[in-house]
């Protein structure tokens, strides 16, 4: 069995986030090299060189994996969808260990967090990470501390230093899925996180194409470790996702300037609407929520009559997209019936805005 390759991820990020995703995870500049790193549709090298074989390593990932461990600050590990990171990070603690978790983190880690709670691989303590007093409680005699700020879909932002060093004091591993912020926004090592997670699949990616996720540590022991849960997991993304993610990531930067223009831009006529009874927005970033004053079936009508808008499940992508969340039965009870997210894009704000007003006129109250 060929060892584990050491981690990617080792560039030092010595220019600003704008210029890194343009000119990192290239290929060497040599006479007839392609500008792009190629794709390797391979399931085995020839013998005697790292990869080996396509469980453990491709060319195509390691070069991803240069670009999201730059932009965080860390070692990158990618996986085949954001969950498939996610399994890998909850499987880190030991038997029985307390995990800490937000009471709304996204509907996929929280209902997993509670299976392994059932079946008494962990035991879960769930808080509102925007409580720092809750939070700092519940880490005492926690093995790890699992946060998203800001949370999907309720926008809840969590004082990172104060979370991760009450979860330091009592040892805790300390993961940050930082999906909604984006690297461009928050960068949570630098603010002492042991594990940044994404959803590739969302934001880094941004063309709603492919599925993909990653984790990010410091820890040179912790990165080759989770490399190694990926191998026997399985849970290599394919050359073909990585390449189209390196694509993605190109324009990230200016996706993320001008979606989170958009917001800015139309978060104030949406805290002027009459059918919308509250707008959930952090101030920063490309996510929002708003909540509907006549209810769930009045959210269901503005969702099924935005044009521009697609009624679609998802986020982070160049198309500005809305959701009713708790049309998923199994989305936490804490997040409202009449609750939208919505996801900014990077199309014409005026346009934006006169879709949404046309569909929110539509419900407002008598
Ligand atoms: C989508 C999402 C995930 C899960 O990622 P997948 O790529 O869908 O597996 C995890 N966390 C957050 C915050 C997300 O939005």
Same mark, same amino acid.
Request: net charge negative; hydrophobic share 45%; charged share 20%.
């Given at each position: 069995?060929?060892?584990?390759?050491?981690?990617?991820?080792?560039?030092?990020?010595?220019?600003?986030?704008?210029?890194?995703?343009?000119?990192?995870?290239?290929?060497?500049?040599?006479?007839?090299?392609?500008?792009?790193?190629?794709?390797?549709?391979?399931?085995?090298?020839?013998?005697?060189?790292?990869?080996?074989?396509?469980?453990?390593?491709?060319?195509?990932?390691?070069?991803?994996?240069?670009?999201?461990?730059?932009?965080?600050?860390?070692?990158?590990?990618?996986?085949?969808?954001?969950?498939?990171?996610?399994?890998?990070?909850?499987?880190?603690?030991?038997?029985?260990?307390?995990?800490?978790?937000?009471?709304?983190?996204?509907?996929?880690?929280?209902?997993?967090?509670?299976?392994?709670?059932?079946?008494?691989?962990?035991?879960?303590?769930?808080?509102?990470?925007?409580?720092?007093?809750?939070?700092?409680?519940?880490?005492?005699?926690?093995?790890?501390?699992?946060?998203?700020?800001?949370?999907?879909?309720?926008?809840?932002?969590?004082?990172?230093?104060?979370?991760?060093?009450?979860?330091?004091?009592?040892?805790?591993?300390?993961?940050?899925?930082?999906?909604?912020?984006?690297?461009?926004?928050?960068?949570?090592?630098?603010?002492?996180?042991?594990?940044?997670?994404?959803? +590739?699949?969302?934001?880094?990616?941004?063309?709603?194409?492919?599925?993909?996720?990653?984790?990010?540590?410091?820890?040179?022991?912790?990165?080759?470790?989770?490399?190694?849960?990926?191998?026997?997991?399985?849970?290599?993304?394919?050359?073909?996702?990585?390449?189209?993610?390196?694509?993605?990531?190109?324009?990230?930067?200016?996706?993320?300037?001008?979606?989170?223009?958009?917001?800015?831009?139309?978060?104030?006529?949406?805290?002027?609407?009459?059918?919308?009874?509250? +707008?959930?927005?952090?101030?920063?970033?490309?996510?929002?929520?708003?909540?509907?004053?006549?209810?769930?079936?009045?959210?269901?009508? +503005?969702?099924?009559?935005?044009?521009?808008?697609?009624?679609?499940?998802?986020?982070?992508?160049?198309?500005?997209?809305?959701?009713?969340?708790?049309?998923?039965?199994?989305?936490?009870?804490? +997040?409202?019936?009449?609750?939208?997210?919505?996801?900014?894009?990077?199309?014409?704000?005026?346009?934006?805005?006169?879709?949404?007003?046309?569909?929110?006129?539509?419900?407002?109250?008598?």
């Amino acid at each position: 069995m060929p060892t584990i390759n050491p981690p990617a991820g080792t560039t030092k990020r010595d220019q600003s986030v704008d210029t890194f995703v343009v000119s990192a995870g290239r290929p060497e500049r040599v006479p007839d090299a392609p500008l792009n790193t190629p794709i390797a549709p391979a399931s085995s090298f020839i013998a005697g060189g790292p990869m080996e074989y396509a469980r453990y390593d491709s060319p195509t990932s390691h070069a991803l994996e240069d670009v999201i461990g730059g932009l965080e600050g860390g070692l990158a590990t990618v996986f085949a969808s954001g969950m498939a990171a996610a399994n890998a990070a909850m499987d880190l603690v030991p038997m029985g260990a307390v995990v800490v978790a937000p009471s709304a983190a996204y509907t996929g880690v929280a209902i997993r967090l509670r299976e392994l709670a059932e079946i008494g691989r962990i035991q879960l303590r769930v808080v509102e990470v925007d409580d720092t007093t809750a939070v700092v409680a519940a880490c005492n005699g926690a093995q790890m501390l699992w946060l998203e700020s800001p949370t999907n879909p309720m926008l809840q932002v969590a004082d990172l230093p104060a979370c991760i060093a009450a979860a330091h004091a009592n040892h805790a591993l300390v993961l940050v899925d930082n999906t909604f912020a984006t690297p461009i926004l928050q960068q949570p090592i630098s603010q002492g996180a042991d594990i940044v997670m994404h959803s +590739v699949t969302k934001a880094l990616s941004g063309h709603s194409d492919l599925l993909l996720g990653a984790l990010v540590t410091t820890d040179p022991e912790l990165a080759e470790h989770l490399r190694t849960r990926r191998v026997f997991m399985g849970a290599l993304p394919s050359a073909f996702d990585c390449y189209l993610a390196l694509r993605g990531i190109r324009t990230l930067a200016v996706r993320i300037e001008r979606a989170q223009a958009n917001a800015k831009m139309i978060i104030p006529l949406l805290r002027d609407h009459p059918a919308v009874s509250r +707008v959930r927005y952090p101030e920063f970033g490309t996510m929002a929520a708003i909540e509907i004053s006549e209810g769930a079936d009045a959210a269901d009508a +503005v969702c099924a009559s935005a044009e521009l808008w697609t009624y679609a499940t998802s986020l982070g992508g160049v198309e500005s997209l809305l959701e009713r969340r708790r049309r998923w039965p199994l989305e936490s009870e804490t +997040v409202p019936m009449n609750l939208i997210r919505l996801s900014f894009g990077i199309e014409n704000a005026d346009d934006l805005w006169r879709d949404l007003k046309q569909a929110l006129d539509s419900v407002v109250p008598n």
